[in-house]
C-alpha cells in the first residue's frame, strides 16, 4: 500500500534519467578503494564487490552501536537516491504499519511542522518522494539530482522515522476516527474518517487487489502474511493511538533498519550525516521482528471467497475466478530464486507457454488469475497460476488442465529457443537505462535483504546466467526436476476461488454501520461532546496557517537558469523524415516510427486502440502468431503500437492524431528487428478469428479491472471531451466509451465483422505516406541504422493514389518550429500536418458514471491557453499553489480523500481532480472554493517560490537516452521553445497568478466539463443538469 503511488507513478511515465559521463565508471572505481574493517563515521565497512554488468560497486557497512545496516552501490548517475526500510510485521489487521507510515509524516521533533512531508515535495527539487508499506517492511525513499537537496531531504526523512511527534489528532487524520459527519454540526449522525480508512476502502473496491490479499493470508497462514498489513476497513477502528506508538517504538529503531544509499555522491558525507543525525541517539536493542519460515502443509488446502460484482464484466455469468498457488524457495536463496522466477516466465509468459496454450487459449476465462506468476514478495516466495472470468463450474476442470500441463513440462521440457529468449530478455533489461534506476535496485533487493539474505548477491545477475547456464549444461533435465520438486510433488498447494455476491458492498456497508453503532452505543453523553470538541479541533488545526518555516528549503536561484540542448540530426529515407539522435544508450538502439490518422474514416476510428493492440500479436508474413512472439523475444527488447493525440502547442481547437510504433533491441539485432517491423507493415495477418478473441478478452478484461485504479484519468477525460476537438478524440481512444465499445467487441458470438475493420485500417495507416521516425543510438551505430531504416522505407508500401486526406482542414507546421528554412541541424524543412474541426463548439457537460465502488473519482475541466501562450506558464504554476496551499487541506485532510489536487495538461486543459474520495459534491464545492481562494490571492511570495521549485521538478526531470529528443519528435516542442517556457515560469509574479485566476478559471470565463465516477447518488440523480451513464 502506498501512499499516492498510483499518483505518482501516472506522472511518473514522464520522467526520465540523464546519465552523464557514461563511460567514465569513475564513483565506481572510486569505491573499490574503500578496505574492509575501515571504520567511517560510526560504521565499518564489511564488503566491497565491483558489479561490472551494472556499471557499479557495492559497498555493505554495519553501524557500530546500533547494529543498523547500510547498503552504498556508487555509480555515476546523478539521480542519487536514499531509502531507508524497516521489518514491521504486524500480528493483527489494523493496519498499523500503514497509518505509523502516514503519521511519521506528519512532523518530527526537528520539523514540527504539520505535514513535512507534502510541505518538501515544494521546497525541494526531488525527482521522487514516497514511502511504501510493504507486506513486512516499511521502506522511505526519495531521489534528487541536486546535492543541497539530498542533505535536506535526508535530515527531514531522518528526523521524520526515528524522532517523530505522532500526536494523537496527526493519529485521527491519517488513521481513523468517529466523527459526526458535518464535524460543525453535533446533530448529524457519526462516522468514521480517516485518510488510511478510505484509502483502503477504495483498495478493496479492487477485486483484484482483494483477491491478491487473500491469497497470500491463506497461503501463509502462520505469522505476519496472514493479516492485512495495509488495513482491513473493519478492523482499522479497533487500533489504539496507545497500540501505534508501541508498534513505532519496537520496530523503527535502527537495530531494525536497513539504510540504502546509490549514485554519484560521495558515500562519507551520508555516513556522517545520518551517524550524526540519527543514529549516534541509539544503544543497540534485539529487534525481534523476524519472520518464522512458515511450516509446511502434509495435503493441499482450499479457500472461497466473495467479492463485489463487477458491472461491466464482459459475460456476467462468468465472474468467477480461481487459482492454484505453491509455496516456493527461501527468498534469501538468490540462485534458486532466479531459477524459479525464470521458470515462472517459461510457464506463463507470452502464447508460447504452456499455461497460455492451455488455459488463455482455451477461452474458459478472460485472463490469468490476478496474481498469476512468481511472487518474491514474501519470506519464502510463491507461485499461482488460473484463472478469472470463469463460470463457477469450470473450477474443477481448470484444476485438472494446471495438474496435466503441469505433468507434460515435466515430460516434454522448454524449447531451447524461449529459454534463450528469456535470458536475452534479462541482458538487454540489463542494458536498457531507465530514470530512476536506483529506484528500481532498492526494490529488487528489498525482499531478499529484509530477511537477512545478501543483497548484493541479489545484483550479480551476470553470475546467476552463467550458472544457470551451466547447471542446464550438466543436467538438461534441471528444469524439469525444478518442476516435478515444486509443482507436482509439493503439498503446500493451495487452491483459492473468489465469486461474485450482489450484496457485497451492501453487507460491507452495513458491516460498517454495525461497527460504528458498537462504538457509539458505548459512549456517554461527556465522551460525546469530547468526540464533537476534539472534531472542532482538528478541524482548527487544518484551517490554521501553517508554519513550515523549520523546514530547509531549496531556493528559485538554485535552479539552473538554462537546460543543455539535446543535438538531434535530421535525414530523408526516401521521402520519410528520420531523426538520429546520439546517445550513450549502453549498446541498445531505439527506433520509433509515428503514422498518421488523417485519412482514416471516421467510423474506424474507435477501432483504432483495437488495432494498435493486436497488430504485433496475431502474425506476420510466414510467421504465425507463435514464430512472431518467439521472434520478438529472441530479437527485440519489445515491438508495441499505440494511438497518440497530441494537442497543438499554439492552438487549442488544433491537434496531430496518429499511432506510435516502438521499440528497442540489441545493436546486433537492429536488421532483424527491422525486417520484422516491415513484415508487420506489409503482410500482417489478420484471418485467425479465436486468436483475435483471446486478445480481445484480455483487453476487455484489464480496461475494467483498471477503473478502481484509474477512475480520476476516466474522469477528467469525460470532463475535457466537450473542451477541445482533441478532447473529443482522447475520449474514443481512452474513455469510459471505449472500455465499454472493448467490453461490447468481447461479448460479440461472432468477431467476422471486427476482423475485416482491421485490414481498412491497416490500408490508411501502415505506409509510408505522412510518416516520420527517429532513432536513439550509440555515435558508432547510427551510420549502420540509417541503412536498415533506408531498406525498411523500401520495404513498405508508398503512396497510392486513392488516399486523399479526409479532413479539409489540414494545417501544415514545422516540425521544429526553430529550424525553418535550412538549417545546420535539421537540414531540411520537416512538417507535422494537424487538422482542425471547425464545427466544433467548445460546450460545458456534466457527466456521473455510476459504479458499485465505495469512493469517487470527481474532475472538473477548464479549457485555458496552449503551451506558447504566456499565461500558460502562470496557469501551470497557479496549479501547482492551489494544490499545496488550498486543495490538499480540503479534499485530503479535511474531505479525508486518498489525494486531491489541479494541475494544467500539456493541452491547455486546466484539471481538477480527487483520487479514492468519500465525498463527491462536496468536492467541486472545494474546486470552486479553490479558485475563489486563488482570486483573492492571499499567498505568500514564499508560496509562490515553492511552487515555482514543485514545477521546475517536474521541467527538469531527468530524460532517459532512449527518450531524448523525443519533446520535438512527438509534440513539436523544441529546446528553444523549452528554454522560453523555463523563462516565463521563473518571470510569473503574485499579479499574474490572481489575473489568470479572474481571466480563466472564474465561473463564467471559460467553458468548462465535470464527470464523477462513484457509487449511486441519489441528489446528482434528481438534479437533470447531469448526465447519469
Ligand atoms: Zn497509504
Known amino acids: 500500500m502506498l501512499r499516492f503511488t498510483k499518483l505518482i507513478s501516472k506522472q511518473m511515465r514522464h520522467v526520465r534519467l540523464a546519465f552523464r559521463r557514461w563511460n567514465s565508471n569513475s564513483m565506481s572505481n572510486r569505491a573499490l578503494g574503500y578496505n574492509v574493517g575501515e571504520e567511517i563515521h560510526g560504521f565499518t565497512v564489511n564488503k566491497v564487490t565491483n558489479i561490472p554488468e551494472l556499471f557499479l560497486t557495492a559497498v555493505r557497512l554495519d553501524h557500530i552501536d546500533t547494529g543498523a545496516q547500510y547498503l552504498h552501490l556508487a555509480r555515476d548517475d546523478s539521480n542519487n537516491l536514499f531509502s531507508v526500510q524497516f521489518r514491521t510485521t504486524p500480528m493483527d489487521s489494523t493496519g498499523v504499519p500503514h497509518i505509523l507510515e502516514h503519521t511519521v509524516l506528519c512532523g518530527s521533533e526537528k520539523y514540527p511542522c504539520r505535514d513535512p512531508f507534502f510541505k518538501m515535495l515544494n521546497r525541494s527539487l526531488s525527482t521522487f518522494m514516497n514511502a511504501f508499506t510493504a507486506s513486512d517492511y516499511t521502506m522511505y525513499p526519495f531521489s534528487t539530482q541536486n546535492s543541497k537537496d539530498f542533505q535536506n531531504l535526508l535530515s527531514v526523512y531522518l528526523d521524520a522515522v526515528f524522532f517523530p511527534r505522532l500526536r494523537e489528532l496527526d493519529f485521527w487524520q491519517e488513521g481513523w476516527r468517529l466523527e459526526h459527519e458535518i464535524p460543525k454540526d453535533p446533530l448529524s449522525p457519526f462516522v468514521f474518517k480517516g485518510v488510511v480508512f478510505n484509502e483502503m476502502k477504495g483498495a478493496f473496491s479492487d477485486n483484484e487487489a482483494l483477491f491478491a490479499q487473500h491469497l497470500q493470508n491463506k497461503l501463509l497462514p502462520d505469522h505476519t502474511y496472514s493479516v492485512v498489513s495495509g488495513g482491513d476497513p473493519l478492523h482499522i477502528p479497533d487500533l489504539t493511538w496507545e497500540q501505534l506508538k508501541q508498534f513505532h517504538a519496537t520496530h523503527y529503531h535502527p537495530s531494525n533498519a536497513r539504510f540504502f544509499t546509490y549514485g554519484d555522491l560521495p558515500l562519507e558525507q551520508h555516513l556522517k550525516q545520518i551517524h550524526e543525525e540519527a543514529l549516534c541517539k541509539f544503544q543497540q536493542i534485539k529487534p525481534n521482528t523476524a519472520v518464522p519460515p512458515q511450516s509446511l502443509w502434509h495435503k493441499p488446502r482450499a479457500h472461497h471467497i466473495k467479492c463485489g460484482p463487477d458491472s461491466l464484466a464482459a459475460d456476467p455469468a462468468k465472474q468467477t475466478t480461481v487459482s492454484v498457488s505453491y509455496l516456493l524457495a527461501d527468498i534469501t536463496d538468490t540462485f534458486e530464486v532466479f531459477t524459479l522466477n525464470l521458470l515462472s516466465t517459461l510457464l506463463l509468459s507470452g502464447p508460447n507457454s504452456p499455461f497460455y496454450k492451455a488455459l488463455i487459449e482455451a477461452k474458459i476465462g478472460t485472463n490469468f488469475s490476478p496474481a498469476a506468476g512468481f511472487d518474491g514478495s514474501t519470506r519464502e516466495a510463491c507461485f499461482s497460476v488460473g484463472l478469472q472470468g470463469i463460470e463457477e463450474s469450470d473450477v474443477e476442470p481448470i484444476r485438472g488442465i494446471i495438474a496435466k500441463t503441469i505433468d507434460e513440462v515435466i515430460e516434454n521440457g522448454f524449447e531451447e529457443e524461449r529459454i534463450e529468449a528469456i535470458l536475452h530478455k534479462i541482458e538487454i533489461q540489463m542494458k536498457h537505462q531507465t530514470t530512476n534506476f536506483g529506484l528500481s535496485l532498492a526494490s529488487a533487493i528489498a525482499s531478499c535483504w529484509n530477511h537477512d539474505g545478501d543483497p548484493v548477491e541479489v545484483l550479480k545477475i551476470g553470475d546467476k546466467v552463467t550458472q544457470f547456464r551451466e547447471c542446464l549444461k550438466k543436467n538438461p533435465h534441471f528444469l524439469q526436476e525444478k518442476v516435478k520438486q515444486y509443482f507436482k510433488d509439493n503439498s503446500h498447494c493451495l487452491t483459492l476461488t473468489m465469486s461474485p455476491d450482489d450484496a457485497y458492498f451492501e453487507k460491507q456497508a452495513r458491516a460498517e454501520q454495525e461497527k460504528i453503532k458498537e462504538k457509539v452505543i458505548s459512549l456517554t453523553d461527556e465522551k460525546k461532546k469530547e468526540i464533537y470538541q476534539k472534531g472542532l479541533e482538528l478541524l482548527a488545526l487544518q484551517s490554521a496557517t501553517q508554519d513550515a518555516s523549520s523546514l530547509p528549503a531549496l531556493k528559485v536561484s538554485d535552479i539552473q537558469p538554462t537546460i543543455p540542448f539535446t543535438e538531434v540530426e535530421m535525414a530523408f529515407a526516401g521521402d520519410v523524415p528520420v531523426q538520429y539522435c546520439a546517445q550513450p544508450t549502453n549498446g541498445v538502439v531505439y527506433f520509433r516510427a509515428l503514422s498518421s490518422l488523417n485519412t482514416l474514416p471516421e467510423e474506424l476510428k474507435p477501432y483504432v486502440p483495437l488495432f494498435c493492440h493486436v497488430i504485433t500479436k496475431m502474425g506476420c508474413g510466414s510467421l504465425d502468431y507463435r514464430q512472431q512472439a518467439q521472434q520478438i523475444e529472441l530479437k527485440t527488447g519489445g515491438m508495441s503500437a499505440s494511438p497518440c493525440i497530441v494537442p497543438d502547442n499554439s492552438d487549442m481547437d488544433v491537434y496531430e492524431q496518429g499511432v506510435l510504433f516502438s521499440s528497442s533491441c540489441l545493436e546486433r539485432n537492429l536488421t532483424d528487428m527491422m525486417y520484422l517491423w516491415s513484415t508487420v507493415f506489409n503482410n500482417p495477418r489478420f484471418e485467425d478469428e479465436e486468436r483475435l478473441r483471446v486478445l480481445v478478452r484480455q483487453i476487455a478484461q484489464e480496461l475494467c479491472n483498471g477503473i478502481p485504479d484509474s477512475g480520476h484519468v476516466y474522469a477528467a477525460v469525460r470532463a475535457s471531451r466537450t473542451l477541445t476537438p482533441s478532447g473529443e478524440a482522447e475520449e474514443v481512444f481512452g474513455g469510459m466509451n471505449q472500455v465499454k465499445l472493448m467490453k461490447r467487441i468481447a461479448e460479440m458470438p461472432d468477431l467476422t465483422t471486427v476482423l475485416r475493420l482491421l485490414p481498412r485500417i491497416k490500408l490508411h495507416l501502415l505506409n509510408s505516406d505522412n ?246 447518488n441519489e441528489s446528482i440523480t434528481k438534479d437533470p443538469s447531469w448526465v447519469i451513464r
Request: with cysteine.
Open 771 to 1016: 510518416m516520420r521516425c527517429a532513432l536513439n543510438a550509440t555515435p558508432q551505430q547510427i551510420c549502420k541504422a540509417s541503412d536498415d531504416i533506408n531498406m525498411f522505407i523500401r520495404e513498405i508500401s508508398r503512396k497510392k493514389k486513392d488516399r486523399k486526406l479526409l479532413r479539409a482542414h489540414v494545417i501544415e507546421k514545422p516540425l521544429n518550429p526553430a529550424h525553418t528554412g535550412s538549417s545546420a541541424t535539421y537540414g531540411v524543412k520537416v512538417t507535422r500536418k494537424l487538422i482542425s474541426d471547425p464545427t466544433f463548439k467548445p460546450c460545458e457537460m456534466k457527466t456521473y458514471f455510476q459504479f458499485p465502488f465505495p469512493v469517487h473519482f470527481a474532475s472538473e475541466c477548464i479549457r485555458t491557453v496552449p503551451y506558447t501562450d504566456n499565461d500558460y506558464a502562470s496557469l501551470r504554476i497557479l496549479a501547482r499553489l492551489v494544490t499545496a496551499k488550498f486543495l490538499h487541506s480540503e479534499i485530503r485532510e479535511k474531505g479525508g480523500a486518498y489525494g486531491g489536487g489541479a494541475k494544467l495538461g500539456q493541452g491547455g486543459i486546466f484539471t481538477f481532480y480527487s483520487y479514492r474520495d468519500p465525498n463527491s459534491t462536496e468536492t467541486l464545492a472545494s474546486f470552486t472554493n479553490g479558485v475563489k481562494w486563488a482570486k483573492a490571492g492571499k499567498f505568500t511570495q514564499q508560496d509562490i517560490d515553492e511552487a515555482k521549485l514543485s514545477v521546475f521538478s517536474s521541467v527538469d526531470s531527468p530524460i532517459a537516452p532512449s527518450d531524448k529528443g523525443m519533446n520535438c519528435f512527438l509534440y513539436g516542442i523544441s529546446d528553444e521553445m523549452k528554454q522560453r517556457h523555463r523563462e516565463q515560469l521563473f518571470a510569473v509574479t503574485h499579479d499574474d497568478l490572481v489575473k489568470v485566476a479572474n481571466k480563466y478559471l472564474a465561473i463564467g470565463q471559460s467553458t468548462r466539463g465535470v464527470a464523477i465516477v462513484g457509487p449511486e
